[in-house]
């Protein structure tokens, strides 16, 4: 089947950026809690921004992860005052990248890349500078140009408009089985990284293609500039 992508965009928190990279700094303030409280930030995060398109009721990612913490916290009765809130927020300007990441945007640099993530501007700029990634993408789009979250359709419609190509001609990767299913509902080719060899979710659609790390795509669109599967 003949593909044509002219362009990828990746999510970014859980497919370029490990959001479970706080898990350390977490046990330093919570020693043996690091772990649960990570899992369980991450959880409400998503949780708070499914709820808060559903109705209605914006806010931008930063203040998402805030309150999803302040939630973390507060379920699991750890003391978290403002001096260790603000610290445990500023990690998430400098996840660590995983390691696939690097290697297999040097072999897809032939295509436009994006990022189209949930996250807000100012916290997207700082985790690609972090990870001294600057420089690799053609845009890094966030929803908050539209004011709602993924899955929403108005989401994923931003790519075509950025990045001047058709829907056709974009490929969407993602960790997130949700966020493959919101692609795929609104007709863009779409690759799943299955890092943890999780099932697929019950929501009616499928990955075009499902790797297990980034070297995946790599090999599969990197050596072409007009690839086959």
């Not at 009721?57 to 302040?70: H, I």
């Not at 807000?120 to 990634?133: F, Y």
């Amino acid at each position: 089947m003949k593909l044509g992508i002219q362009a990828i965009a990746f999510d970014a928190y859980g497919t370029l950026f490990d959001v479970h990279s706080v898990i350390a700094l977490c046990d330093r303030r919570f020693p043996g809690r690091g772990a649960e409280l990570s899992r369980l930030w991450r959880a409400k995060q998503l949780e708070y921004t499914w709820l808060r398109s559903l109705s209605g009721q914006y806010k931008d990612f930063w203040m998402v992860t805030e309150s999803a913490l302040a939630f973390a916290c507060r379920s699991l009765n750890l003391a978290c005052p403002p001096g260790t809130r603000d610290e445990l927020m500023e990690s998430y300007l400098h996840l660590d990248v995983f390691s696939d990441v690097r290697p297999a945007l040097a072999k897809l640099s032939q295509y436009k890349l994006a990022i189209l993530s949930n996250g807000s501007p100012r916290m997207l700029s700082a985790a690609v500078d972090s990870a001294s990634l600057k420089g690799v993408f053609t845009d890094v789009i966030s929803v908050d140009e539209v004011k709602i979250y993924k899955t929403s359709p108005r989401v994923y419609g931003l790519m075509s408009q950025h990045l001047g190509v058709s829907d056709g001609a974009i490929a969407f990767v993602s960790s997130n089985f949700w966020d493959i299913a919101g692609a795929k509902s609104f007709g863009l080719w779409s690759c799943w990284v299955n890092r943890g060899h999780l099932p697929e979710e019950e929501l009616g659609v499928m990955p075009d293609v499902s790797v297990p790390a980034l070297d995946g795509l790599a090999n599969l669109l990197g050596n072409t500039t007009d690839p086959e599967v």
